[in-house]
């Protein structure tokens, strides 16, 4: 089976049952090794949903890990937008903290099975190479997932660590966005609303949406071009040139600034027009069209396939930070699409562009229960003195109001 690897998500899932958009599904019935739990359990992304049973079954790693391993999988009954026609996966590997596994963070995730069992590090890597890319080297055109370790033959030059600010997604911190050198001056709180996390599962470099705004004006106003049409930025349209064209050289470098795990630094990873850029359709004989690989998001800024297929990326989990290095499959034409630079000082940043109110589902069910038996304490509580006679009725005064302007409700699950 192929499998989607997801930094995003914590559950690792399989079809368990045919589906008209997928062409190879896991039998349960025919592994004398799965065990089912009988627990139902439902994912919900950013597109698409499925439902499933939780069990459990072994597995062999092809390279590496030797060894037999016991780890939980949901097999995937019933789905809707997950599963779409022309996909050539079968399901998905989530690769995040326990905090994001469902139904609850009860249930170990496939790296931490691996790590307790086979006495791995702590450390995954991915290397992410863009189908519209050529691929240099001897690797191949999905890139490479390093289980335990970082392959020096992924990245050249040096790896820079970013600090993890939560484990449940890949948070991260980002201090500023550069759009062809030129700064957006944006409070580096908007680039972190209400997160900011490096995410494999997501297509296209999201970004929150007074963000958004701010990029697509700057790359329109330092663009080569003149007029463009609203459609192409909110992904509605295509913009189209003829082949013999090479439309990145319109547009500018766009580049993201991470806090280094010294805090008073920083570094820069920045893509060419030909990671956003990208080409998805042939028109005739003629015609090439391409569509922006950036988006709004009402509720994150997700650092997806666009720029990752730029970078090796290491996600070293046993010193909770995230690194990057520059990937040699990151060429066009023999020159790459990708940098990193750095240190430069965060003297002009605030020291602490997230928010430091953060929840968790699992802290929202806690709240809400909470709240729900305090509501049903004031409730008796209000029955009792409406039941006792008048004279002993108690005369509120302004000390004893209570404003309850929860934060649940603040800062509710998006």
Known sequence: ??????????????????????????NPELSSTYRSEGIEVTVKYSQGSWTGVLGTDVITMPKGLYGSYTINIATILESENFFLPGVKWHGILGLAYDALAKPSSSVETFFDSLVRQAKIPNIFSLQMCGAGLPVSGSGTNGGSLVLGGIEPSLYTGDIWYTPIKEEWYYQVE??????????????????????AIVDSGTTLLRLPEKVFSAV??????TSLIQEFSSGFWTGSQLACWDRTEKPWSLFPKLSIYLRDENSSRSFRISILPQLYIQPILVIGDNLQCYRFGISSSTNALVIGATVMEGFYVIFDRAQRRVGFAVSPCAEADGSPVSEIEGPFTTADVASNCVSSVSFHEPVLWIASYALMSLCGIILLVLLVLLLIPPRCQHRYTDNDVVNDE???VRHRWK
């Open 406 to 408: 929860s934060s649940l």
């Open 216 to 221: 697509v004006q700057a790359i329109a106003r």
């Open 174 to 195: 980002i201090l500023k966005l550069e759009v062809g050198g030129q700064n957006l001056e944006l409070d580096c709180r908007e680039y972190n609303a209400d997160k």
């Open 1 to 26: 089976l192929n499998i989607l690897v997801d930094t995003g998500s914590s559950n690792f899932a399989v079809a368990g049952v045919p589906d008209p958009d997928v062409t190879s599904y896991f």
